[in-house]
C-alpha cells in the first residue's frame, strides 16, 4: 500500500470515527448538523432551533429523538440541546494551541437523508480574539478553506485524528465558512446550562473615538494617541451610578487603553459582570479616576 493510500485511509477511519457523534437537525429550509457535545447534550448552530421550544432530531442510527432546547447565544451562532441518548458516543477534543496556517482539516455533517458528508482543506487563517458580526466574543480566528455544503453549519470542524476543533457556521450569506473554536463553545454551554443565556458586560453609554490634541496630551503627560468621547449615558446604567457624564473622554478602562469599541470587548467580557473596575477619563482638561461595577445585558 503506497503512503497516500494510507493516508487516505485513515482520513476515512477519522471521518467515520467522527460520525458516530453526529446528528441531523430537519430545519425549515435546509438540513443542519449537530455535535454530540457532552453526555446528553448536543451543540449545534442558532438556525436549528429558531422559534422551537423542542425539537426532533436524527442519531446516526436513524433512530428520531425528542431535544430540549437549553438556549441560545446569537453572539457566537451558537445553540445548547439536551437529550436523552446515553448509548451517542461523545466529541472528542482537538488541540488549538498547534494549529498554523496550511493544516489540513476536515468538515463533515449530514445531509437531509441522514447521511455523512465531508469535505477537506486548509486552515485559510489563525488568529486572535475577534469580535463576531453579530457581536460575540470568539476566543481565537480559525477560517478553513473549506466550501459550505449542505449540513454544513452546526458541523464540526476536525483534525486529521477526528478530534473536534470547533463548530462551522458561515458568513456573508453562506459564501465562506468560519469556526467556532472549541475554547468559545465550552464557555457558551457552560453559561447556558448555568443561566440559560450568556451574559455580556456592558457600561450604559454611547462612544465615538476622538484623537487627543497634542496640546491636551502635554498637559497631561499622556502618551495615548486616541480616546472615546462619551456622547450618552443610560439613566441608571452602571455608567450613571458611577457619575460618568456626557463629554468626559474615556482613556482606560481596567488598566487597558480604550481607543476604539473595540477596545472594549475585554474589559466587558462575561467573567466581568458584577466586578468592580476602574476607569481613566479626561474632563474639564483633568484627569480623573472612577471606579464602575460592569452591569449585566
Known sequence: MTTLSAFSDELAEAIAYAASMIVTLPARRFTISGVHWRSGIVVTTVDAVR??????????????????????????????LRVDAPDLPIAQMG???????????????????GNIQASSGILASVGGEWQSWTGGRIDRLIRPDIRPFPGFSGSPLLDTQGRVLGINTTHSHGRFAITIPITTVNRVVDQLLERGRVTRGYLGVGLQPVELTAQLKQSLNLSQEVGVLIVSVEADSPA?????????????LGGEAIASMQALRSPLRSEQVGQPIAAQLIRGGQLIELTLTVGER
Open 51 to 80: 422559534c422551537r421550544g423542542e425539537m426532533a432530531l436524527l442519531t446516526p442510527d436513524g433512530e428520531a429523538l425528542s431535544a430540549g432546547i437549553v438556549g441560545t447565544d446569537p453572539g457566537t451562532d451558537i445553540a445548547v
Open 95 to 113: 488541540n488549538l494551541d498547534t494549529l498554523r496556517v496550511g493544516h489540513l482539516v476536515l468538515a463533515i455533517g449530514r445531509s437531509d437523508d
Open 240 to 252: 450613571d451610578r458611577a457619575g460618568i457624564l456626557i463629554g468626559d473622554i474615556l482613556l482606560t
